[in-house]
């Protein structure tokens, strides 16, 4: 009877041990540039940031690429996760523990440039036909916090935006960096001069890795060295900088 006792003992001390050195796992979503799938390969400039950050720190975690809407649920939920790339905001500043910034990076709407009515003013946007925005996420939370009532949210992707856009089902679009911009302008082979760029910024921001609560301070804190030494050597802006091009139709 003893025996079994130890024996329970020892079983219950090794799985408590087992659960408290769950592996970090990193978790990110398709947002080109910064991280999408390429010929089923993750890539991307944040991408090529984070593999150059556990270069330095010695660690190896899994990158699971979810839906959008799912990341930040597993960020919450799942013990010892990392996130990138997120727009670090008052909102979510207490909800996590943040190494960064890795971008800077704002938001504009766009429109076809050969239009008839373009748009240059807030009020011309607020006032427009239609706006057409991705169904969920931090840019749709944003519009609706500006007051838009010419918002519809739709589609499921970036793409669709471009497509919708250019089959006039809709008047302007907002969801993507200008390097997003570019790089969707480049994959469904739209014409440098298209696109118009509205100069209004909707959003400015910061983009950053986000870690879980219940994250190590040691490991944050390594990270954030490790980020720093890819900025001294130079090293964070040769990979963003093999990432930016001439943005078709910028105004």
Not at 49 to 72: H, K, N, Q, W, Y
Not at 118 to 124: I, T
Not at 128 to 140: D, E, I, K, N, S
Not at 166 to 194: E, W
């Amino acid at each position: 009877m003893k025996r079994l006792c130890l024996a329970f003992t020892l079983l219950c001390l090794l799985f408590g041990s087992l659960v408290r050195a769950e592996p970090y796992q990193v978790v990110t979503e398709e947002w080109a540039p910064y991280n999408y799938l390429e010929n089923n390969r993750l890539t991307g400039m944040a991408t090529e940031v984070v593999r150059a950050i556990m270069a330095l720190t010695g660690d190896d975690f899994e990158i699971v690429v979810l839906p959008s809407m799912r990341t930040t649920h597993v960020l919450m939920t799942r013990p010892k996760t990392i996130m990138y790339s997120m727009f670090r905001t008052a909102e979510r500043e207490a909800l996590y523990k943040w190494v960064g910034p890795i971008a800077e990076e704002s938001i504009y709407p766009y429109q076809l440039a050969d239009t008839s009515t373009p748009v240059n003013s807030l009020e011309q946007l607020l006032h427009a036909p239609q706006v057409t925005t991705r169904h969920a996420g931090l840019v749709p939370q944003m519009l609706q916090s500006l007051g838009f009532s010419n918002l519809q949210k739709s589609a499921t992707g970036s793409p669709q935006l471009y497509r919708m856009l250019l089959a006039g089902r809709t008047d302007i679009i907002i969801g993507d960096t200008d390097a997003g911009v570019v790089y969707y302008s480049n994959q469904l082979g739209i014409a440098h001069g298209t696109l118009r760029r509205v100069p209004i910024a909707l959003y400015r921001s910061s983009l950053y890795i986000a870690f879980s609560q219940d994250s190590d301070d040691e490991r944050v804190a390594a990270w954030a060295d490790a980020l720093e030494q890819l900025r001294r050597s130079g090293e964070l802006r040769r990979i963003q900088q093999r990432y930016e091009q001439a943005l078709p139709g910028a105004s």
